[in-house]
């Protein structure tokens, strides 16, 4: 179980939206985690948190994608999504998900194992 790989960026406009994947085998849960996470790090800055899902669904956003942004699974087909609309340029990242464990107040730590993650890139 554990997420296999991120799709779904590309080259948009501003104001434009990008759906990005996150494919798991088996549960998009590994075993050891209570959450799924998106990160997205932007050239030459840290990667940062921006979105993550619990398993009983609790979702939390920074607040800079917060009311743009929204994180969801597929439990059937184990995918977890991230919808992003009104995209600014201020997006363009590489973005990632992650199994992770702990809180959004207090922190998440890995549990899985970084992908290729995916290129975003919006167009003033």
């Known amino acids: 179980s554990g997420s296999t790989g991120e799709s779904g960026g590309g080259l948009v406009q501003a104001g434009g939206s990008l759906r990005l994947s996150c494919s798991g085998s088996?549960?998009?849960?590994?075993?050891?985690?209570?959450?799924m996470a998106w990160y997205r790090q932007a050239e030459g800055n840290p990667r940062e948190l921006i979105a993550a899902?619990?398993?009983?669904?609790?979702?939390n956003y920074v607040d800079s994608v917060k009311g743009r942004f929204t994180i969801s699974r597929d439990n059937t087909k184990n995918t977890l999504h991230l919808q992003m609309d009104d995209l600014k340029p201020d997006d363009t990242a590489v973005y990632y998900c992650l199994n992770v464990r702990g809180t959004w107040d207090l922190g998440y730590y890995g549990v899985g194992y970084w992908g290729k993650g995916t290129l975003v890139t919006v167009s003033s």
């Open positions: 088996g549960s998009i849960f590994s075993s050891n985690a209570n959450a």
């Open positions: 899902i619990s398993r009983n669904g609790t979702t």
